[in-house]
C-alpha cells in the first residue's frame, strides 16, 4: 500500500535502532519498517537544526536591539537615583554648560506646601541638586504658559530629603522645577497639614505632628476626637487603616501602629522605604470623629526612630553612648556656631542636634570646619514655621536612645557653674536620682554692653553687662523622663507621673543669655519668632510681654540709647573663665 507523505516524513525520522534491530523499539519504525538514514545524514540533519537555532537568535536579539534603540525608555530614579544624576551632571560638565535646561532624572518632587512668603519644594531622598543659579522654579498659570523665577534657597542633606524653597507664586498655582520630569505639584497650606511622623517601636506607637487643629498651648487634648489614617491615598476611605489616638496635646499627636502597618514596615528593610512599587509613599495624618468629620492633608511619611540600644548596664541603670546632649533650634546664626560648639564641648557636652529652620548663611560651610571626630554635630533641616515646641519634642525622640540628658538652649545661651562644680558633677549628681527627671537653671540676660558693633573675639568676652533679675528659666531633661504627650513650653517638659524636677541653685549653674547684643544682631529677632504660642516682635499683640524687649514696640527701630540698655550689672566671670581656659599662650586668639 502507498503511504501518505506525512507516513513517510514519520517514518524517515523513527527510531533507526529498532528498525534495523527488527524489534519493536519504535513505533514509527516498527510501523513503517524503513531503514534509518546513514550516519552522514543524521549528522548533516543535526548541523542544519543548528544553524536554523543560531540563524533565529541573531534575528530576533537584532529586532529587539534594534527596536530598543528606537524607543527611549524614561526610567524611574530608584533605586538608581544618585546613579542617573551622576551621568546627567557629568554629561553637562562635558558638554560644557551650566546646567541650564537640563533635567535631571533623579530630580523628582515629593510634595509642595505654600507658606506665607515662599513655597517649599520637598525632593525624594537622592535627588542630586546642581547650584541655584543653574535651574529654576516654574509656575503653571492659566493658558498653558508658566512662570519662571530663580528659587530662593537650596537646601540638602547626604541622608534625607533636598529642600529647594521658591518664591511665593499666584495662589493655587501648581509648582515645579526646570531640571524635573515630575509634572507640576499644587501646594498644600502650611497651617492644615501634617508635615512629620515618626515611629516609636518601644511602644508600637507613631508620633504625628500636625497644624490645623488649634490645641491649646500646654494643656492636654481630647484623644478620642480623633484618630490616626495610614494609607497610600488618604482621600480614598476604603484604602486607608485607622487606629486610635492615645495623646493629643499642641502640635503633637501619639496614636497605635497598626499591627498591619508594622508588618508593611517590616518587610520594607525594617521602615527604611515605605513606598509602594510605583514610588508612591504611604503617609499618615490625622481625623476628626464624628459628623462633618475631616482628615488633615499630610506630607508624613512615617520614619522609624532609632530602635533601643543595649547599652552597658551599670548596678543600677543601664548606660547611654553620651551622658549630656544639646537640642537647639536656629536661623542664621552661622556666625556664633563655632564658639557655642566648642565652648560646650569643653564644659562637657558630647553631642548637639541642630535644627536648622531655613537659615541661608552658608551654616553647612561653618559645620564643615568642625572636626567630626571631635564635635558630634548633626545637622536635620527643620523648615516649619511657628513649630519650635514641636522641632524640641521630635529632637528629644532623637535623642532618648543615645543621651542620658539633654538640653534645650538657644545659640545665645551659654551654660556656666561660677562655683566649683563642673557639669558633669551636676549630672552625676541628679543621675543617682531616678525620681529627677528635669534640672531647672535660672538665665541671666546680658545687654549690648556698650558696644555699637559686633565683638570679634566672641559674645562670651565681649558682652559683660547684665539685668540684676533673672530671666525665667531653662531646662535639661531625661528624655526617658518625658509624658508620652511631649507638652512643653520651650522653658520646660512635662514629665511622666512620679517625675519631678529640681531648681538648681544660680551657685552651681546658670546660664549666660546674650539676648540684647549690638542692633545689627539684634533687629534679626524681627524677622519672625520661631516658638507656635509666642507672637513675632512686629505683631501688635502682647507688647508688653517679658518675650519682648522692655519698651522697644514693634518696630525695628534703633533706640538712641540702645548700647547703654539693659545694663545693671557688671559681669566678667564668664569672660574670665573662657579667658583661661581657651586662649593661646602664643597669639593670644580664640580657637573660634
Not at 529654576?136 to 492659566?142: D, H, I, N, P, T
Not at 506607637?205 to 500646654?218: E, Q, V
Not at 496614636?255 to 517590616?266: D, I, N
Amino acid at each position: 500500500m502507498a503511504m501518505s507523505a506525512k507516513e513517510r516524513k514519520l517514518s524517515r525520522l523513527g527510531s533507526g535502532k529498532g528498525a534495523a534491530n527488527g524489534g519493536g523499539g519504535g513505533s514509527f519504525g516498527a510501523r513503517g519498517g524503513h531503514r534509518p538514514p546513514p550516519a552522514g545524514t543524521r549528522r548533516r540533519l543535526f548541523a542544519a537544526f543548528f544553524a536554523f537555532l543560531c540563524a533565529g537568535a541573531v534575528v530576533f536579539g537584532g529586532v529587539h536591539a534594534i527596536g530598543a534603540s528606537f524607543r527611549p525608555v524614561l526610567m524611574t530614579p530608584w533605586p538608581s537615583a544618585t546613579l542617573n544624576a551622576l551621568s546627567s551632571e557629568r554629561r553637562v560638565q562635558q558638554a560644557g554648560g551650566d546646567g541650564a535646561g537640563t533635567v535631571l532624572p533623579s530630580v523628582q518632587i515629593r510634595h509642595a506646601v505654600a507658606l506665607p512668603d515662599h513655597v517649599l519644594l520637598i525632593l525624594r531622598d537622592g535627588s542630586l541638586l546642581p547650584a541655584s543659579g543653574q535651574f529654576e522654579c516654574l509656575y503653571s498659570v492659566a493658558n498653558s504658559t508658566q512662570l519662571h523665577r530663580p528659587p530662593l534657597l537650596v537646601a540638602a542633606m547626604p541622608d534625607g530629603p533636598s529642600l529647594v524653597h521658591c518664591p511665593a507664586g499666584p495662589s493655587g498655582v501648581a509648582v515645579s522645577l526646570s531640571l524635573t520630569q515630575s509634572p507640576p505639584v499644587t501646594p498644600l497650606r502650611w497651617d492644615q497639614l501634617v508635615y512629620t511622623a515618626l515611629l516609636d517601636s518601644r511602644d508600637n506607637s507613631t508620633i504625628l505632628f500636625a497644624k490645623g487643629m488649634n490645641l491649646r498651648p500646654g494643656r492636654l487634648g481630647v484623644p478620642s476626637r480623633y484618630e490616626c489614617v495610614f494609607g497610600w491615598d488618604l482621600s480614598k476611605p476604603k484604602f486607608v487603616v485607622t487606629s486610635p489616638v492615645i495623646s493629643a496635646a499642641q502640635e503633637t499627636f501619639r496614636c497605635v501602629t497598626p499591627l498591619r502597618v508594622r508588618r508593611y514596615l517590616r518587610m520594607t528593610a525594617d521602615g527604611s522605604s515605605n513606598r509602594k512599587s510605583d514610588g508612591k509613599p504611604m503617609l499618615v495624618s490625622i481625623r476628626t470623629k464624628g459628623r462633618g468629620s475631616s482628615t488633615l492633608p499630610s506630607i508624613a511619611e512615617p520614619e522609624p526612630l532609632p530602635r533601643p540600644n543595649r547599652h552597658r548596664r551599670t548596678r543600677h541603670r543601664q548606660q547611654k553612648a553620651h551622658s549630656m546632649c544639646v537640642c537647639t533650634m536656629l536661623r542664621n546664626q552661622a556666625r556664633f556656631l563655632r564658639e557655642w560648639i566648642i565652648y560646650h564641648s569643653h564644659i562637657g557636652v558630647q553631642r548637639w542636634f541642630i535644627y536648622d529652620n531655613n537659615s541661608d548663611d552658608d551654616i553647612e560651610q561653618v559645620l564643615s570646619t568642625m572636626d567630626p571626630s571631635a564635635y558630634n554635630v548633626t545637622r536635620h533641616l527643620w523648615p516649619w514655621m511657628k513649630s519650635q515646641e514641636a522641632g524640641f519634642a521630635h529632637c528629644a525622640l532623637r535623642a532618648r536612645e543615645s543621651c542620658e540628658w539633654v538640653g534645650f538652649i538657644d545659640i545665645d545661651e551659654f551654660l556656666h557653674f561660677p562655683g566649683n562644680q563642673t557639669l558633669q558633677d551636676v549630672l552625676q549628681n541628679y543621675s543617682s536620682k531616678p525620681r529627677i527627671g528635669e534640672l531647672r537653671t535660672a538665665c541671666h540676660s546680658f545687654g549690648p554692653s556698650g558696644r555699637t558693633k559686633i565683638p570679634k573675639k566672641g559674645v562670651t568676652t565681649g558682652y559683660t553687662c547684665r539685668l540684676a533679675a533673672p530671666e525665667r528659666h531653662k531646662s535639661i531633661v531625661r528624655p526617658d523622663a518625658l509624658n508620652p504627650s511631649l507638652i512643653n513650653v520651650v522653658h520646660h517638659f512635662h514629665l511622666k507621673e512620679g517625675m519631678k524636677y529640681a531648681n538648681v541653685g544660680q551657685g552651681v549653674m546658670l546660664i549666660n543669655h546674650y539676648k540684647y547684643q549690638v542692633w545689627e544682631v539684634f533687629k534679626d529677632k524681627f524677622s519672625g519668632r520661631v516658638a507656635t504660642y509666642v507672637a513675632d516682635w512686629q505683631d501688635e499683640e502682647n507688647v508688653g510681654s517679658r518675650d519682648r524687649a522692655p519698651g522697644l514696640g514693634t518696630k525695628p527701630v534703633e533706640p538712641e540709647d540702645w548700647p547703654s540698655r539693659f545694663c545693671e550689672v557688671y559681669d566678667t566671670s564668664l569672660k574670665d573663665f573662657v579667658h583661661k581656659e581657651f586662649t593661646d599662650p602664643q597669639t593670644g586668639n580664640l580657637p573660634w
